[in-house]
């Protein structure tokens, strides 16, 4: 319940400069209980005055789900050489005592959003929003599509932005085949969250959805092809047919076919369909791992 005597909390609450001497208690024994993103950083690096108020900023908006850690490599040496940090900026994220993430360099605003977000959704909400969410993706992956909208939209009621209950709000509308109501859910995510990767996966499903609605007989497209293996189009339209119906390994197999023939073929459509249904899976599938892969080896050849 809202206290409107509590003092609220500020950022440097959840922002703190860490050193040698601190380092374990703020970041390694603080990340059993709250995601710690360490910030690695040097008074003379440019980069690094850019890149440090932006991923203030984020930390803050996350109101303590997430901590942020300021460590000066020049004053503390000893702890950059053993998580071998080579060059600044470079950002750690511990959690429950170990590095779950990394990245070097400045990135822009929306990958760390991005960033934060993912480390949002790994330790979960205050407030049992955690288990609702989680009962909710349970609840979806069951196959009561229904039962798991009205969860993540009980969940928005307490937490407006809160961009894990969008996103599973706008899939659960796409599993119960209202289109619709998802591409409605989608015009009303907040603009503060609308690049998030929760929202962004929701949006390539919907997507997918959409293009599964006219998709054509697997039979034909496949002689199209066998016809004539160079007609990119039968290829593309094949591929969406497989997805629509659940092949989503030979999906990615025929898309990668059709980039290593033509990659430019309709502007980029093969490899610009592949980051679609990679967005729309979990980064941890294993099909989406594999076909990245395979993509990135024909790009940089």
């Not at 909390?9 to 059993?32: R, Y």
């Not at 803050?60 to 060059?87: C, H, P, W």
């Not at 025929?254 to 023939?261: A, G, K, M, N, T």
């Amino acid at each position: 319940m809202f206290d409107p005597n509590a003092v609220a909390p500020s950022p440097a609450d959840f922002i703190k400069d860490v050193t040698e001497a601190n380092f374990m208690e703020e970041v390694v024994q603080k990340s059993m209980e709250v995601p710690v993103i360490v910030d690695f950083w040097a008074p003379w690096c440019g980069p690094c005055k850019t890149l440090g108020p932006q991923l203030e900023a984020e930390v803050t908006k996350a109101k303590g789900r997430v901590v942020m850690a300021k460590v000066n490599v020049d004053e503390n040496q000893m702890i950059a050489s053993q998580l071998r940090v080579q060059s600044v900026p470079t950002v750690f994220a511990f959690f429950q005592g170990q590095p779950v993430d990394a990245f070097q360099g400045a990135l822009p605003p929306s990958q760390l959003k991005q960033f934060v977000d993912k480390l949002v959704a790994l330790g979960g909400d205050d407030g049992g929003l955690g288990a609702a969410l989680e009962a909710a993706e349970a609840m979806l992956e069951e196959g009561a599509a229904e039962d798991a909208a009205e969860t993540f939209a009980a969940i928005l009621g307490e937490e407006p932005e809160n961009a894990a209950a969008w996103g599973g709000l706008i899939r659960a509308r796409v599993a119960a085949g209202d289109t619709a109501a998802a591409e409605e859910a989608l015009t009303q995510v907040p603009a503060a969250i609308a690049s998030s990767a929760p929202v962004e996966a929701a949006s390539a499903q919907l997507r997918l959805a959409a293009q599964a609605a006219s998709a054509g007989p697997l039979d034909e497209l496949r002689a199209r092809i066998e016809a004539n293996p160079d007609d990119q189009q039968a290829r593309f339209d094949y591929a969406t047919a497989l997805h629509a119906g659940g092949q989503i390994e030979e999906a990615v197999d025929q898309l990668l076919e059709s980039f290593r023939r033509d990659r430019e073929w309709n502007d980029g459509a093969a490899k610009a369909q592949l980051f679609t249904i990679f967005d729309a899976m979990k980064p941890t599938d294993p099909i989406a791992q594999k076909g990245r892969r395979r993509l990135s080896s024909m790009i940089f050849v």
